[in-house]
């Protein structure tokens, strides 16, 4: 692997196959926070899960559509431990099996069942337009899920649709999700977010999202979170999916072509660096990032004092900061500005560019940006830099909340 992502850091919240994702990403260089945003119920001790299979072998449905592959070779395995496999799959055997997409059906296969049809495009979407197309007035369908059944998650919404178009629908919980037993890692992975500690953060499931964005908002954070996705911090998800919850609150998100791991590990390898800002200072090329500063292509690691300085000095490249600013942003705080001298002195060191960054005196510190960056009395951001690296409070976001 080349180190595509050197210097980036990146935060993993996946609950399954988190290690996998996290391998995936520092084998391209970059630093991986995890920080698991959801807790998955064993199958076998899902009570909710039993008692609707028992329910759907009793009065079977017409329909049933399975959207992952996962999920319903789960519920298969799980109807095995509760002595009901034969009995779910005769009942689904004289159902019409729709599949989502190709892992579905070779679930289906696997448990020796058929599917009746499947979308090329592997999407929801389709499914539910392929339905409403035949008619599901006083039809009974069953419909797998593929996580939580909660306000942010789509596929609850596909079950909405059916209903209000007079189908008579069984959603079955397959894999259902708690918010994690310890919170403290999403505390800090959060906190990250809102700092501006991570340049990219990684979801692989809606429901993931969803718990990221509810412990946000009881930690009064929310606000902060949104700003922080929609300016500095990259959002990437595994597909369209997963991304609904962030897109309905207005935030862009980035994802691959397809929906698998190792092409989300490689979209954030080509994202990142393409995204990455560039400041010409001191004879320097600067890019700021999460966790450290790259000068000339030389990963910079620096102590959380000095890095703070620093993005107060990159919020506007080449503005002057006043020592007082500089000393809110410090860590802590505090009411002695001979700290600010001390961290600008460190940061110098640590950049190896004392040039890059100058003294005005009695006003503060900026980045001396080259002449080619800025104008005689108007310094200006590098094209493609974000203008603010400070959380700030917003409106209340419009939506679900």
Sequence with gaps: MTGELDGFTVGVTAARRADELGTLLSRRGATVVAAPAIRIIPLADDTELERVTRQLVADPPQVAVATTGIGFRGWMEAAEGWGLAEDLRTTLAGTRLLARGPK?????RAAELREEWSPASESSAEVLDHLLGEGVEGVRIAVQL?????????????????????????PVPVYRWTPPEDRQPMDRLIEAIVTFGLDCVTFTSAPAVASLLMRAKETGLLDAVVHAFRTRVLPACVGPITAAPLEELG????????????????????????RANKIHAGGHILS????????????????PAPMALMRALARQPGRVVSREDLLAALPGGGDDTHAVETGIARLRAGL??????????????????????????NPRPPVGYVPSLRPRRLAPVAGNW
């Excluded at 579905?104 to 289906?108: E, F, L, M, R, T």
């Excluded at 700021?288 to 102590?303: E, N």
């Design 146 to 170: 593929h996580g939580a059944t909660t306000e942010w998650e789509p596929v609850p919404d596909f079950c909405e649709v059916l209903r209000c178009a007079g189908a008579d629908v069984v």
């Design 288 to 303: 700021v990032r999460g966790g450290c500063v790259v000068v000339d292509g030389t990963v910079r690691q620096l102590a």
């Design 352 to 377: 190896g560019s004392p040039k890059a960054i100058q003294t005005v005196v009695k006003r503060g510190y900026r980045l001396a940006l080259d002449p080619a960056e800025c104008g005689d009395d």
């Design 104 to 108: 579905a059906k070779g679930a289906i």
């Design 251 to 274: 935030v862009p998100t980035t994802s691959p072509g397809r929906a698998r791991l190792g092409a989300l590990a490689r979209h954030v390898a080509e994202e990142l660096p393409r």
